[in-house]
Protein backbone atom coordinates (compact mmCIF):
# COMPACT_ATOMS: atom_id res chain seq x y z
CA UNK A 1 0.00 0.00 0.00
CA UNK A 2 0.83 3.63 -0.54
CA UNK A 3 1.95 5.54 2.51
CA UNK A 4 3.85 8.87 2.90
CA UNK A 5 7.24 8.07 5.03
CA UNK A 6 10.31 9.70 6.88
CA UNK A 7 13.47 8.05 7.63
CA UNK A 8 15.08 11.77 9.47
CA UNK A 9 13.84 14.58 11.04
CA UNK A 10 14.09 17.57 8.76
CA UNK A 11 12.20 19.58 6.65
CA UNK A 12 8.56 19.04 4.37
CA UNK A 13 11.05 17.83 1.84
CA UNK A 14 11.93 14.63 3.97
CA UNK A 15 8.30 12.87 3.08
CA UNK A 16 8.36 10.54 1.16
CA UNK A 17 5.98 8.33 -0.92
CA UNK A 18 6.76 4.49 -0.23
CA UNK A 19 5.11 1.29 -1.19
CA UNK A 20 4.79 -0.38 3.34
CA UNK A 21 3.34 -3.59 3.93
CA UNK A 22 -0.78 -3.81 4.28
CA UNK A 23 -1.32 -3.51 7.95
CA UNK A 24 -2.22 -7.32 9.55
CA UNK A 25 -5.72 -7.85 11.65
CA UNK A 26 -6.25 -8.61 14.75
CA UNK A 27 -9.37 -10.68 15.79
CA UNK A 28 -10.11 -6.93 17.67
CA UNK A 29 -9.45 -4.98 14.94
CA UNK A 30 -10.57 -3.27 11.88
CA UNK A 31 -8.81 -2.45 8.64
CA UNK A 32 -9.79 1.21 7.39
CA UNK A 33 -9.22 2.57 3.96
CA UNK A 34 -8.21 5.87 4.91
CA UNK A 35 -10.18 8.43 2.53
CA UNK A 36 -9.04 11.73 4.77
CA UNK A 37 -6.76 12.61 7.18
CA UNK A 38 -5.75 15.93 8.45
CA UNK A 39 -2.37 17.67 9.16
CA UNK A 40 -1.43 19.19 12.59
CA UNK A 41 1.20 21.32 13.96
CA UNK A 42 2.00 18.27 16.07
CA UNK A 43 2.67 16.16 13.15
CA UNK A 44 4.79 19.07 11.61
CA UNK A 45 6.57 18.44 15.03
CA UNK A 46 7.30 15.32 15.00
CA UNK A 47 8.77 15.25 11.27
CA UNK A 48 11.10 17.87 12.19
CA UNK A 49 12.12 16.36 15.22
CA UNK A 50 11.84 19.92 16.94
CA UNK A 51 11.14 20.97 19.84
CA UNK A 52 13.52 18.37 20.88
CA UNK A 53 11.32 16.72 23.37
CA UNK A 54 9.35 14.95 20.56
CA UNK A 55 12.51 13.12 19.98
CA UNK A 56 11.71 10.96 23.47
CA UNK A 57 9.08 9.84 21.68
CA UNK A 58 9.86 9.27 18.22
CA UNK A 59 13.83 8.53 18.56
CA UNK A 60 16.29 10.39 19.54
CA UNK A 61 18.31 10.79 16.39
CA UNK A 62 15.69 9.62 14.17
CA UNK A 63 12.46 8.09 13.69
CA UNK A 64 12.36 4.73 14.58
CA UNK A 65 9.44 2.49 14.57
CA UNK A 66 7.24 5.64 13.88
CA UNK A 67 7.76 6.73 10.42
CA UNK A 68 3.98 7.04 9.27
CA UNK A 69 2.24 10.56 10.61
CA UNK A 70 -1.10 11.73 10.61
CA UNK A 71 -3.09 11.09 13.75
CA UNK A 72 -6.71 11.83 12.97
CA UNK A 73 -8.47 10.00 10.08
CA UNK A 74 -11.65 9.24 8.50
CA UNK A 75 -12.28 6.33 5.84
CA UNK A 76 -14.44 3.02 5.36
CA UNK A 77 -14.02 0.02 6.56
CA UNK A 78 -12.72 -2.79 4.62
CA UNK A 79 -12.41 -5.64 7.02
CA UNK A 80 -13.21 -6.67 10.38
CA UNK A 81 -11.46 -9.10 13.10
CA UNK A 82 -13.44 -12.03 14.43
CA UNK A 83 -14.39 -10.62 17.55
CA UNK A 84 -15.75 -7.36 16.15
CA UNK A 85 -19.55 -6.70 16.91
CA UNK A 86 -19.23 -2.82 16.35
CA UNK A 87 -18.26 -2.54 12.94
CA UNK A 88 -19.25 -3.74 9.63
CA UNK A 89 -17.53 -3.81 6.23
CA UNK A 90 -18.95 -0.53 4.48
CA UNK A 91 -18.77 1.56 7.51
CA UNK A 92 -17.47 5.00 7.31
CA UNK A 93 -15.49 5.62 10.52
CA UNK A 94 -13.80 8.76 12.02
CA UNK A 95 -10.78 8.03 14.12
CA UNK A 96 -7.67 9.35 16.16
CA UNK A 97 -4.76 6.95 16.07
CA UNK A 98 -3.58 5.62 19.02
CA UNK A 99 -0.39 7.00 19.34
CA UNK A 100 -0.93 9.65 17.08
CA UNK A 101 0.61 7.94 13.54
CA UNK A 102 -0.14 6.41 10.99
CA UNK A 103 -2.73 8.22 9.14
CA UNK A 104 -1.51 9.10 6.50
CA UNK A 105 -1.41 5.72 4.07
CA UNK A 106 -3.97 4.40 2.34
CA UNK A 107 -4.71 1.68 4.77
CA UNK A 108 -4.79 1.56 8.70
CA UNK A 109 -5.74 -1.07 11.35
CA UNK A 110 -7.17 0.06 14.36
CA UNK A 111 -8.57 -1.63 17.88
CA UNK A 112 -12.58 -1.78 17.50
CA UNK A 113 -13.04 -0.44 20.72
CA UNK A 114 -10.71 2.45 20.48
CA UNK A 115 -10.64 6.09 19.47
CA UNK A 116 -12.75 5.10 16.07
CA UNK A 117 -17.01 6.04 15.91
CA UNK A 118 -19.35 6.03 13.20
CA UNK A 119 -18.94 9.66 11.24
CA UNK A 120 -21.81 12.06 12.16
CA UNK A 121 -24.82 11.70 9.31
CA UNK A 122 -24.59 15.40 8.49
CA UNK A 123 -20.92 15.53 7.54
CA UNK A 124 -18.55 14.35 4.50
CA UNK A 125 -15.77 11.94 5.01
CA UNK A 126 -13.26 15.16 4.87
CA UNK A 127 -15.19 17.25 7.30
CA UNK A 128 -15.38 14.02 9.99
CA UNK A 129 -11.54 13.64 10.25
CA UNK A 130 -11.66 17.45 11.51
CA UNK A 131 -13.40 16.29 14.55
CA UNK A 132 -10.92 14.50 16.77
CA UNK A 133 -7.65 16.94 17.10
CA UNK A 134 -9.93 20.18 18.00
CA UNK A 135 -12.72 18.19 20.05
CA UNK A 136 -10.59 15.61 21.54
CA UNK A 137 -8.39 18.05 23.16
CA UNK A 138 -11.01 21.08 23.60
CA UNK A 139 -13.13 18.97 25.51
CA UNK A 140 -11.51 17.37 28.10
CA UNK A 141 -9.48 20.46 28.88
CA UNK A 142 -12.57 22.41 29.26
CA UNK A 143 -15.03 20.03 30.60
CA UNK A 144 -12.02 18.33 32.97
CA UNK A 145 -9.84 20.83 33.90
CA UNK A 146 -11.10 23.91 33.53
CA UNK A 147 -14.97 22.54 35.33
CA UNK A 148 -16.30 25.01 32.96
CA UNK A 149 -20.06 25.81 34.21
CA UNK A 150 -22.56 28.26 32.74
CA UNK A 151 -21.59 31.55 33.11
CA UNK A 152 -18.31 30.94 33.02
CA UNK A 153 -16.35 33.75 31.17
CA UNK A 154 -14.02 32.16 29.55
CA UNK A 155 -11.08 33.46 26.98
CA UNK A 156 -9.42 30.97 24.41
CA UNK A 157 -6.10 32.31 22.95
CA UNK A 158 -5.26 30.80 19.68
CA UNK A 159 -9.76 30.86 18.35
CA UNK A 160 -9.08 30.45 15.36
CA UNK A 161 -6.93 27.34 14.94
CA UNK A 162 -8.38 23.59 14.85
CA UNK A 163 -8.53 23.88 18.82
CA UNK A 164 -9.50 26.81 19.48
CA UNK A 165 -12.42 26.83 16.67
CA UNK A 166 -14.01 23.96 18.57
CA UNK A 167 -13.37 24.94 22.32
CA UNK A 168 -15.48 28.42 21.11
CA UNK A 169 -18.19 26.16 19.89
CA UNK A 170 -18.06 24.08 23.20
CA UNK A 171 -17.61 26.91 25.24
CA UNK A 172 -20.69 28.15 24.31
CA UNK A 173 -22.71 24.96 24.07
CA UNK A 174 -21.51 24.47 27.93
CA UNK A 175 -23.26 28.31 28.83
CA UNK A 176 -19.89 30.25 29.10
CA UNK A 177 -19.52 33.96 27.87
CA UNK A 178 -16.15 33.80 25.23
CA UNK A 179 -13.68 36.06 24.48
CA UNK A 180 -11.18 34.83 21.22
CA UNK A 181 -8.09 35.86 20.98
CA UNK A 182 -6.68 35.75 17.17
CA UNK A 183 -5.35 38.03 14.67
CA UNK A 184 -7.16 40.80 12.35
CA UNK A 185 -7.57 38.66 9.60
CA UNK A 186 -9.39 35.80 11.93
CA UNK A 187 -11.56 38.16 13.57
CA UNK A 188 -14.68 38.13 11.50
CA UNK A 189 -14.20 33.86 11.31
CA UNK A 190 -14.23 33.54 15.47
CA UNK A 191 -17.37 35.92 15.56
CA UNK A 192 -19.06 33.52 13.25
CA UNK A 193 -18.66 30.43 15.58
CA UNK A 194 -20.50 32.35 18.43
CA UNK A 195 -17.65 34.48 20.13
CA UNK A 196 -19.22 36.92 22.12
CA UNK A 197 -16.06 39.12 22.04
CA UNK A 198 -12.86 39.03 19.79
CA UNK A 199 -9.62 40.93 20.89
CA UNK A 200 -7.03 41.07 17.92
CA UNK A 201 -3.79 40.23 19.83
CA UNK A 202 -2.18 43.16 17.25
CA UNK A 203 -4.33 45.88 18.94
CA UNK A 204 -4.96 44.90 22.59
CA UNK A 205 -3.33 42.57 25.00
CA UNK A 206 -5.87 41.04 27.05
CA UNK A 207 -3.96 41.60 30.34
CA UNK A 208 -4.50 44.90 29.94
CA UNK A 209 -8.04 45.17 29.61
CA UNK A 210 -9.21 45.29 33.00
CA UNK A 211 -11.61 41.87 32.22
CA UNK A 212 -10.87 38.76 34.58
CA UNK A 213 -11.70 35.05 33.74
CA UNK A 214 -13.07 31.90 35.29
CA UNK A 215 -10.81 30.33 32.58
CA UNK A 216 -8.16 31.50 30.04
CA UNK A 217 -7.26 28.53 27.78
CA UNK A 218 -4.00 28.89 25.59
CA UNK A 219 -5.04 26.63 22.80
CA UNK A 220 -1.58 27.11 21.41
CA UNK A 221 1.06 28.09 23.89
CA UNK A 222 2.08 31.81 23.03
CA UNK A 223 1.26 32.46 26.13
CA UNK A 224 2.32 31.99 30.03
CA UNK A 225 0.55 31.58 33.77
CA UNK A 226 2.91 34.28 34.98
CA UNK A 227 1.47 36.61 32.52
CA UNK A 228 -1.87 35.59 32.36
CA UNK A 229 -2.36 35.36 36.03
CA UNK A 230 -3.51 38.59 36.81
CA UNK A 231 -6.76 38.19 34.38
CA UNK A 232 -7.93 35.58 36.27
CA UNK A 233 -10.61 34.99 38.68
CA UNK A 234 -9.54 34.14 42.19
CA UNK A 235 -9.79 29.79 41.98
CA UNK A 236 -9.65 30.60 38.04
CA UNK A 237 -7.82 28.04 35.80
CA UNK A 238 -4.83 28.24 33.13
CA UNK A 239 -5.25 25.63 30.78
CA UNK A 240 -1.99 25.14 28.11
CA UNK A 241 -1.86 22.47 25.57
CA UNK A 242 2.18 22.41 25.27
CA UNK A 243 4.34 21.43 28.54
CA UNK A 244 6.89 23.65 30.18
CA UNK A 245 8.78 23.36 33.31
CA UNK A 246 7.11 26.43 34.06
CA UNK A 247 3.74 25.41 34.18
CA UNK A 248 4.60 22.28 36.10
CA UNK A 249 6.19 24.25 39.01
CA UNK A 250 2.52 26.67 38.96
CA UNK A 251 0.48 23.21 38.95
CA UNK A 252 2.03 21.83 41.87
CA UNK A 253 2.25 25.28 43.64
CA UNK A 254 -1.51 25.59 42.96
CA UNK A 255 -2.19 21.89 44.37
CA UNK A 256 -0.18 22.24 47.36
CA UNK A 257 -1.57 26.28 48.18
CA UNK A 258 -5.11 26.26 46.09
CA UNK A 259 -6.29 29.53 44.48
CA UNK A 260 -5.60 29.69 40.83
CA UNK A 261 -4.96 27.00 38.63
CA UNK A 262 -2.28 26.08 35.56
CA UNK A 263 -3.36 23.20 34.10
CA UNK A 264 -1.73 21.25 31.33
CA UNK A 265 -2.58 17.67 29.83
CA UNK A 266 -1.97 14.81 27.38
CA UNK A 267 -5.29 14.34 26.15
CA UNK A 268 -4.03 12.18 23.80
CA UNK A 269 -2.53 9.87 26.16
CA UNK A 270 -6.09 9.27 28.01
CA UNK A 271 -7.89 5.78 28.25
CA UNK A 272 -9.04 4.57 24.22
CA UNK A 273 -12.41 4.46 26.18
CA UNK A 274 -12.65 7.96 27.25
CA UNK A 275 -11.78 9.18 24.00
CA UNK A 276 -14.03 7.20 22.56
CA UNK A 277 -16.95 8.34 25.05
CA UNK A 278 -15.76 12.09 23.84
CA UNK A 279 -15.87 11.05 20.15
CA UNK A 280 -19.63 9.96 20.87
CA UNK A 281 -20.18 13.36 22.15
CA UNK A 282 -18.83 14.87 19.77
CA UNK A 283 -20.73 13.48 17.09
CA UNK A 284 -23.67 14.31 18.61
CA UNK A 285 -23.12 17.94 18.84
CA UNK A 286 -22.60 17.92 15.25
CA UNK A 287 -25.42 15.93 14.17
CA UNK A 288 -27.70 19.13 15.78
CA UNK A 289 -25.14 21.40 14.17
CA UNK A 290 -23.30 22.38 17.91
CA UNK A 291 -19.99 21.68 16.13
CA UNK A 292 -19.30 22.57 12.68
CA UNK A 293 -16.17 21.39 10.63
CA UNK A 294 -13.75 24.63 9.72
CA UNK A 295 -11.50 23.86 7.14
CA UNK A 296 -8.99 26.31 5.51
CA UNK A 297 -7.04 24.16 2.69
CA UNK A 298 -7.55 20.49 1.04
CA UNK A 299 -4.91 19.02 -0.53
CA UNK A 300 -4.38 15.76 -2.40
CA UNK A 301 -1.66 12.97 -0.53
CA UNK A 302 0.63 13.39 -3.45
CA UNK A 303 1.05 17.20 -1.87
CA UNK A 304 1.15 16.55 1.66
CA UNK A 305 4.81 18.05 2.25
CA UNK A 306 2.99 21.27 0.67
CA UNK A 307 0.11 20.70 3.77
CA UNK A 308 3.36 20.81 6.28
CA UNK A 309 4.62 23.67 4.87
CA UNK A 310 1.21 25.67 5.28
CA UNK A 311 0.40 24.48 8.85
CA UNK A 312 4.31 25.84 9.87
CA UNK A 313 3.21 29.33 8.64
CA UNK A 314 1.61 29.28 11.63
CA UNK A 315 -1.32 31.36 9.62
CA UNK A 316 -4.01 28.13 9.18
CA UNK A 317 -8.23 28.44 9.95
CA UNK A 318 -9.20 25.80 11.85
CA UNK A 319 -8.04 22.47 9.89
CA UNK A 320 -5.98 21.72 7.06
CA UNK A 321 -7.20 18.02 5.23
CA UNK A 322 -5.40 15.88 2.96
CA UNK A 323 -7.57 13.35 0.75
CA UNK A 324 -6.47 10.38 -0.91
CA UNK A 325 -6.70 10.29 -4.62
Not at 169 to 189: D, P, Q, R, Y
Not at 237 to 252: D, N
Not at 301 to 325: D, I, P, Q, R, S
Amino acid sequence: MLAMTYSHYGPASVLQPADVAMPKIKSTEIIVRVQASTVTPVDCQFRAGDPPIVRLYMGLFRPKKRTVLGSELSGRVEAIGDDVSEFEVGDHVFAATADGTGGHAEYIALPAKGAVTHIPENMSLAQAATLCNGGLTALPFLRDHGRIKPGDRVLIIGASGSIGTCAIELAKHFGAHVTGVCSAANVELVASLGADAVIDYNVADFTRLGQKYDIIFDTVAKSSFANARSALKPNGAYLVTAPSFATVFHMLRAAAFGGKRAVMAATGLRPAGDQRRDMDFLKKLAETGVLRSIIDRTYPFAELAKAHEYVETGHKKGNVVVTMV
